[in-house]
Nanobody
Framework: QVQLQESGPGLVKPSQTLSLTCSVS??????????WSWLRQPPGKELEWVGA???????YYSSSLKNRTAISRDTTKNQFTLQLSSVTPEDTAVYYC??????????????????????WGQGTQVTVSS
């Protein structure tokens, strides 16, 4: 059973960089064909896909956030990290990490993103406020 757990500060000041880590157990982030995503849900809004890192280390980002987003990984710790720069109060949300089913691939992620994920973290609230 794959388990994901988000961690990071719950409060970030405007203009700073939000940094979250997803720790994975029960499976390797380098296992073939799996992609590991970050998603977020602002209060009163729909869930939004932020980006993903593939088993190979390739990264894919939402077109609306790509200029501010970086996803990286530490394979020795089986973790992947989200960094979102120049945050504003609009970035306040519950942030989730998730793993897909392995049925997608690089071509899919170059054009779109999954709407269903096989495993989810419990989510972590991040508030952007001074």
């Amino acid at each position: 059973q794959v388990q994901l757990q988000e961690s990071g500060p719950g409060l970030v000041k405007p203009s700073q960089t939000l940094s979250l880590t997803c720790s994975v157990s029960g499976g390797s982030i380098t296992s073939n064909e799996y992609y590991w995503s970050w998603l977020r849900q602002p209060p009163g809004k729909e869930l939004e896909w932020v980006g993903a890192i593939a088993y190979s280390g390739s990264t894919y980002y939402s077109s609306s956030l790509k200029n501010r987003t970086a996803i990286s990984r530490d394979t020795t710790k089986n973790q992947f990290t989200l960094q979102l720069s120049s945050v504003t109060p609009e970035d306040t949300a519950v942030y989730y990490c998730a793993r897909d089913s392995g049925a997608y691939g690089d071509t899919y992620y170059s054009l779109a993103y999954p709407t269903e994920f096989e495993y989810w973290g419990q989510g972590t609230q991040v508030t952007v406020s001074s």
